[in-house]
């Protein structure tokens, strides 16, 4: 079965600084990444995903995240945050071609202090 | 272009009930998964309906079933409300034809809440 963790549950940092949120994931076979990010009072949306090909993928808004197959890692990057990044970010996986459901690690609660 | 919708936004139930939740899919998608998000948890996921059919299930006991209309929409059922079914339902959609890599659109949810 598949699994999520991710290294932190709330990062707290000042508009400028780098963020960076760590995620593992455990799978045996072909795997699909996704970066969610969940604003305050809003749904769940996509920041980026990952199939294949060039490991670093940019998503929207300034985030970047880098698949690194030896580590079974997808950590989320984004060199300077700003307030509105405050948010709750999850990744997740699905496995192969024909699992279709999302395994989400617990997520990570970023505050962003202006 | 409407997104994902789902009624109701908020729900109270007592213990042992049954509750049924509602999902539109978005415009174009045939797809619909349903996920319960617990406090301070990220989401899991509970069962997938394409064409009518539960395509793919996951850790959920037979408490909760769910339908899709032809319509693309769908339907979570609960019977026999726990204290620890209380949570966020989150429906999500896609179209099916791109795989496992095709983005899960997700709805606001509800937030039920069993006393």
């Known amino acids: 079965a598949q699994s999520v963790s991710q290294h932190n549950h709330h990062v707290i940092l000042s508009e400028a600084a780098s963020l960076e949120l760590g995620c593992n994931y455990s799978y045996g076979g072909t795997v699909n990444l996704f970066w969610y990010v969940q604003y305050p009072g809003q749904h769940l949306q996509l920041l980026l995903k990952?199939?294949?090909?060039?490991?670093l993928v940019k998503g929207i808004k300034g985030f970047e995240a880098e698949f690194i197959k030896s580590k079974f890692s997808f950590n989320l990057r984004k060199p300077s945050v700003q307030w509105s990044d405050t948010a709750e970010y999850f990744c997740a996986v699905t496995g192969g071609s024909n699992d279709y459901k999302l395994s989400f690690g617990a997520g990570t609660t970023v505050t962003v202090r202006a | 272009d409407a997104g994902v919708t789902q009624s109701p936004t908020h729900l109270i139930k007592t213990r042992g009930q049954q509750v049924t939740l509602r999902c539109s899919p978005k415009?174009?998608?045939?797809?619909v998964s349903w996920y319960q998000q617990a406090l301070g948890q990220g989401p899991q996921f509970i069962f997938q309906y394409y064409e009518e059919e539960e395509r793919q299930r996951g850790n959920f006991p037979d408490r909760f079933s769910g339908h899709q209309f032809p319509n693309y929409s769908s339907e979570l059922n609960v019977n026999a409300l726990l204290l620890g079914d209380s949570a966020l339902y989150l429906c999500?959609?896609?179209?099916?034809?791109?795989?496992?890599?095709?983005?899960?659109?997700f709805g606001p949810g509800t937030r039920l809440l069993v006393l």
């Open positions: 999500a959609s896609r179209i099916v034809g791109g795989g496992a890599r095709e983005t899960q659109y």
């Open positions: 990952y199939f294949s090909g060039d490991p």
């Open positions: 415009s174009g998608h045939d797809t």
